[in-house]
T-cell receptor, first 111, second 113 residues
Framework: DGGITQSPKYLFRKEGQNVTLSCEQN?????MYWYRQDPGQGLRLIYY???????QKGDIAEGYSVSREKKESFPLTVTSAQKNPTAFYLC??????????FGSGTRLTVV | GESVGLHLPTLSVQEGDNSIINCAYS??????FIWYKQESGKGPQFIID?????DKRQGQRVTVLLNKTVKHLSLQIAATQPGDSAVYFC????????????FGQGTELSVKP
C-alpha cells in the first residue's frame, strides 16, 4: 500500500535536546511538508520541499531544521532553540502541490 | 497575514440532519481549496476539493460550494452520522506558492444520536 509514514507516534524531549522526527513516503510525490498543530488550532507550516536537495522555510521555521537527501524522506529536527516544542507534528506529501496526503502525526512532549 | 478563517468554532447537529460548515478565505489569488476531516490524534483526511474555476462539487454525501465574489467556502454533509464527528478544516492554496496549504482554525462537528 502506498502511503506516508511518520515515526515515532509519541516522542519525549528533555530540555536542551535535539530530536528528529521521521517522515517517509512511497507515493513518489515530489513535494513534502511539515506542519505543526497546537491544541484546538489549525496547522501551521514549518518547512516544505518541492524537490530533492531543496527546501524552503514556512511560517514558523525558527528552531527547526530539515533535510531532503532522498525523494522518499523528509526528516524534521526540533532543535534546542525551539522554546515551545510541545505539539502535534504532521508531515504531508503531494505530487504537484495539489492533493496532499498526511501522515498520522508525531506527538512531541517536553519533559 | 493571509489566513483562512472559519465562522463557527463548534457545530452540533442531530444524527440524520444536514450539516453546513463555513469558511472564509482572504487570498483572492488562491486557486485550489480542500476540506479535511481530522479525528482526535490522527492526521487530516482529505474529504473533497474544488478548483477556483468551479462553483460546486459533489462527492459522496458531501458538497463543497465556492463563492469567489465573497471569498466563501462551505462544506455540506448530508444525513450526518455519528462517524462524521470530527474537526473540519478548510485550506487554500495560493497560486504559485509552491503548493503551500493555508489552513483555517477548524470547526468541531458534534453529531448527537
Amino acid at each position: 500500500d502506498g502511503g506516508i509514514t511518520q515515526s515515532p507516534k509519541y516522542l519525549f524531549r528533555k530540555e536542551g535536546q535535539n530530536v528528529t522526527l521521521s517522515c517517509e513516503q512511497n507515493l513518489n510525490h515530489d513535494a513534502m511538508y511539515w506542519y505543526r498543530q497546537d491544541p484546538g488550532q489549525g496547522l501551521r507550516l514549518i518547512y516544505y520541499s518541492q524537490i530533492v536537495n531543496d527546501f524552503q522555510k514556512g511560517d514558523i521555521a525558527e528552531g527547526y531544521s530539515v533535510s531532503r537527501e532522498k525523494k522518499e524522506s523528509f526528516p524534521l529536527t526540533v532543535t534546542s532553540a525551539q522554546k515551545n516544542p510541545t505539539a502535534f507534528y504532521l508531515c504531508a506529501s503531494s505530487p504537484a502541490g495539489y492533493g496532499y496526503t498526511f501522515g498520522s502525526g508525531t506527538r512531541l512532549t517536553v519533559v | 497575514g493571509e489566513s483562512v478563517g472559519l465562522h463557527l468554532p463548534t457545530l452540533s447537529v442531530q444524527e440524520g440532519d444536514n450539516s453546513i460548515i463555513n469558511c472564509a478565505y482572504s487570498n483572492s489569488a488562491s486557486d485550489y481549496f480542500i476540506w479535511y476531516k481530522q479525528e482526535s490524534g490522527k492526521g487530516p483526511q482529505f474529504i473533497i476539493d474544488i478548483r477556483s474555476n468551479m462553483d460546486k462539487r459533489q462527492g459522496q454525501r458531501v458538497t463543497v460550494l465556492l463563492n469567489k465574489t465573497v471569498k466563501h467556502l462551505s462544506l455540506q454533509i448530508a444525513a450526518t452520522q455519528p462517524g462524521d464527528s470530527a474537526v473540519y478544516f478548510c485550506a487554500e492554496t495560493p497560486y504559485n506558492q509552491g503548493g503551500k496549504l493555508i489552513f483555517g482554525q477548524g470547526t468541531e462537528l458534534s453529531v448527537k444520536p
